[in-house]
């Protein structure tokens, strides 16, 4: 009925559903009209069947110590044929760059000796590792799954807002909320062609068995966990099973001279591929934390000898600093000779004396981020912040400017979001995800979209109250029908391969110059927890190890959500 819609405003941000009030856009126009044939107690009675559906199945997270049901909102996010395919190109064009990068820089480091990147960026980033210098993976690929966080601005484009290439998580999430989302609203799915997404584990698999060392005729490939008590462990038991693969945890693993394998009630067998949900810090105890009893010590050795493949590989999370996401588009016009199919939000990098005064002297206008940051954490959004916050990180950002960027406040763009009984405009990010096989970048036709809940919010992630839509990416129109034009988009190699580095003498990196009128800023979150097994009676040093990786690296993609 028209009352969900009653007092729908459209927001600050660009809307993705009204082209103006009360006129939706032809991508939403059998959602719309299927909502408007709804009441509000109709609507809501689906909901509840949803969140009763998720709690059934487990899929839960905590906030503020209490479980409850992960909010998947029932009105979808859809996007069009034409406007994924510039998503799909834009992601694929950046994992190839950055797949060129960490081969660089953990190789023969050509692009900081060309200068397009200063070294310092490089060696003062806290997840750059040298001990990952000079591991060359069986098939080149160091990024087998990336999580590229974008936004869409004012006026719909879509913008990068950082990159997930260490463990990026939560396409659980995005498997999980189409299935329950075809239960409770059939009509819809009847009238729209939506691209499926339940092909992730069948390309992610295929990925991890192209990247088994040379001469392995039939790999055996394993999911390496945190174990039960991190809030992520749905989502890495999920992928084992639909993989069809072991779920292991470090204790489960032995690696001797080199070879690593699985202890199993046959024996052990040899493991060739590990996908990892663990960070590096806490992966191998003979180079990292030595105190960790989550990894498996001599892992690393394991795989500079060739051995075993680990991916995400080892040293990747420099490409997800805050700082380094700023030379992103130089770094593909050097790597790829292309220019970026999606730009970066307008960002200002504080080391330069000048720029530095400049940000300082309009806090109140911009978004602040410390560069290592995840989950929301330490984000200061200047126009919401008080004069004691803004002085305290005027303090903070002079004594490390190499800690923090600064951002134009980009206003989210926003989708109707059922609030009470009514459908009110709410700010959303996307994490697309893509999987790397080393022949080619394919990017699953959906992502994770999340929305911030409460009004006028901004950050998106589950701690703040967030929650996540299903994303409908509609089919491409049927032959013979007027395709889109994507005529204009730069080339995308279909070879996934890590391209050379341009000659000597390739552009310089500069501070991006702010533009555009203040708005409330994109700002990205963490991914909503899902709910812990009960720790038992031996939770002890090893829970505690599992959740203590969790908090230090948060929710936002670099690990386990």
């Known amino acids: 009925m028209a009352d969900l819609f009653e007092d729908y405003r459209l927001g600050p941000g660009w809307d993705e559903m009204f082209s103006e009030p009360g006129i939706p856009r032809e991508t939403y126009e059998a959602l ?7 009441s509000s ?25 209490v479980e409850r049901p992960f909010p998947l909102d029932i009105v979808p996010r859809i996007i069009s044929a034409e406007q994924w395919r510039v ?17 660089d820089i953990y190789g023969p480091a050509q692009v900081l000796a060309d200068r397009v990147v200063p070294r310092r960026v490089v060696v003062t980033s806290a997840h750059f590792h040298r001990e990952a210098a000079g591991v060359v993976p069986p098939n080149g690929v160091r990024v087998h799954v990336a999580g590229v966080d974008l936004i869409r601005d004012e006026v719909g484009d879509f913008r990068v807002l950082e990159d997930n290439v260490r463990v990026p998580s939560g396409v659980s ?68 099973r639909e993989m069809g693969v072991e779920l292991v945890e470090g204790r489960d693993l032995v690696c001797v001279d080199n070879e690593v394998a699985m202890r199993t009630t046959a024996g052990e067998q040899r493991v060739d591929v590990i996908y990892r949900r663990i ?19 001599g892992l690393l ?33 050097y790597y790829l000779g292309e220019e970026p199919v999606l730009p970066n939000v307008e960002t200002y990098r504080l080391e330069d004396p000048d720029v530095l005064d400049h940000v300082l002297g309009r806090l109140d206008q911009l978004v602040l981020k410390p560069v290592d940051g995840s989950g929301g954490a330490g984000i200061v959004i200047g126009s919401q912040a008080t004069d004691e916050e803004l002085a305290g990180l005027r303090g903070q950002v002079r004594r490390d400017p190499r800690g923090w960027i600064a951002q134009r406040e980009v206003a989210l763009s926003m989708v109707p979001t059922l609030v009470g009984n009514r459908l009110r405009a709410r700010h959303v990010d996307l994490r697309p995800f893509a999987v790397n096989d080393g022949q080619q970048v394919r990017v699953l036709p959906g992502g994770l979209t ?34 889109p034009d994507v005529a204009a ?73």
């Open 87 to 103: 998503v799909e190109v834009g992601v694929a064009q950046r994992v190839r760059a950055l797949e060129a990068f960490l081969a």
């Open 173 to 240: 999430y995005v498997m999980e909320n189409r299935r329950a989302m075809a239960n409770v609203l059939p009509e819809v799915f009847a009238a729209t062609r939506i691209q499926p997404v339940d092909s992730y584990p069948g390309q992610l698999l295929r990925a991890l068995r192209a990247a088994a060392p040379a001469g392995t005729a039939d790999p055996t490939v394993v999911v390496l966990t945190p174990g039960v008590h991190n809030s992520a462990y749905f989502e890495h038991a999920l992928l084992a």
């Open 32 to 38: 719309h009209a299927t909502l408007q044939a709804l």
């Open 450 to 483: 999340r929305v911030a809940l409460p009004e006028g919010a901004l950050v998106v992630n589950s701690s703040q109250g967030g929650g996540s839509k299903d994303t409908w990416v509609l089919a491409p129109a049927p032959r013979g029908a007027v395709e």
């Open 279 to 297: 960070d590096d810090e806490f992966l191998d105890p003979v180079h990292f934390r030595a105190d960790s009893v989550l990894g498996v010590a």
């Open 41 to 65: 107690a109709e609507l809501g009675g689906r909901a509840e069947v949803l969140a009763r559906a998720f709690l059934d199945q487990g899929i839960t997270f905590a906030l503020k110590g």
């Open 301 to 333: 050795n394991a795989a500079r000898a060739g051995r075993v493949t680990i991916a995400n590989a080892v040293g990747n999370g420099v490409a997800d600093d805050k700082l380094l996401y700023t030379y992103v588009p130089d770094l593909i016009r």
């Open 489 to 561: 988009l730069p080339a995308a190699p279909r070879d996934g391969t890590s391209a050379r580095p341009a000659p000597r003498g390739g552009p310089s990196a500069r501070p991006l110059a702010p533009g555009g009128p203040p708005a409330p800023d994109g700002v990205t979150g963490g991914l909503p927890p899902t709910r812990r097994p009960d720790p038992g009676p031996d939770a002890g040093p090893v829970a505690a190890q599992q959740q203590q990786q969790q908090q230090a690296s948060r929710l936002d993609g670099g690990t386990p959500c």
